[in-house]
T-cell receptor
Framework: GAVVSQHPSWVICKSGTSVKIECRSL??????MFWYRQFPKQSLMLMAT?????????EQGVEKDKFLINHASLTLSTLTVTSAHPEDSSFYIC????????????FGPGTRLTVL | LAKTTQPISMDSYEGQEVNITCSHN???????ITWYQQFPSQGPRFIIQ???TKVTNEVASLFIPADRKSSTLSLPRVSLSDTAVYYC???????????FGKGTTLSVSS
């Protein structure tokens, strides 16, 4: 199957700082990428959908000014958590879909964010 | 709201067959049924996908009745390494996001 990578796999930061997480589709062009958040022992919650070259669509309750998403190319999307707080500590997972992979959704390995 | 309902948890022993059933009463004509497996601190991993009847691959089988309002994931001869959370999702292939329900936590014991 297609491969989606994330970087970093884990990050620890101080409260008030910003953190950027990268999501890449390694062997296909991703017309659409998605960002999910997962708290311990809970399911994945969709945060936003991003299409290459256009603004992301955020789910209800997700602050677009706090979680900045950029999908500048067909293989890269970034999520920036601005002014991070301890309650933003979570497991962030991206996924990607593309026409070349029959629009199936492939998931990245996730990024563990811990805000001190 | 998630479109699917699954048992919260299931227990099994090594070597047994495990069947996890998922309800999706409001499945749309264009929707496919997809199952993912997730281990702790990892992203979901695709297991199997189907539209109707039966689909089988090297790791699982998926049974879908004619009305498509439910589906059953069958894992033959589970091992300890199959202990994970299993998610059933329905969605089309037009590019919309998959919405996750609570999933089924499968615990396999020796």
């Amino acid at each position: 199957g297609a491969v989606v990578s994330q970087h970093p796999s884990w990050v620890i930061c101080k409260s008030g700082t910003s953190v950027k997480i990268e999501c890449r589709s390694l062997d296909f062009q991703a017309t659409t990428m998605f960002w999910y958040r997962q708290f311990p022992k809970q399911s994945l919650m969709l945060m936003a959908t991003s299409n290459e070259g256009s603004k992301a669509t955020y789910e209800q309750g997700v602050e677009k000014d706090k979680f900045l998403i950029n999908h500048a190319s067909l293989t890269l999307s970034t999520l920036t958590v601005t002014s991070a707080h301890p309650e933003d500590s979570s497991f962030y997972i991206c996924s990607a879909r593309g026409l070349a992979v029959n629009n199936e959704q492939f998931f990245g390995p996730g990024t563990r964010l811990t805000v001190l | 709201l998630a479109k699917t309902t699954q048992p919260i948890s299931m227990d099994s022993y090594e070597g047994q067959e495990v069947n996890i059933t998922c309800s999706h009463n409001n499945i749309a004509t264009n929707d496919y049924i997809t199952w993912y497996q997730q281990f702790p601190s990892q992203g979901p991993r695709f297991i199997i996908q189907g539209y109707k009847t039966k689909v089988t691959n090297e790791v699982a089988s998926l049974f879908i009745p004619a009305d498509r309002k439910s589906s059953t994931l069958s894992l033959p001869r589970v091992s300890l390494s199959d202990t994970a959370v299993y998610y059933c999702l329905v969605g089309d292939q037009a590019g919309t996001a998959l919405i996750f329900g609570k999933g089924t936590t499968l615990s396999v014991s020796s």
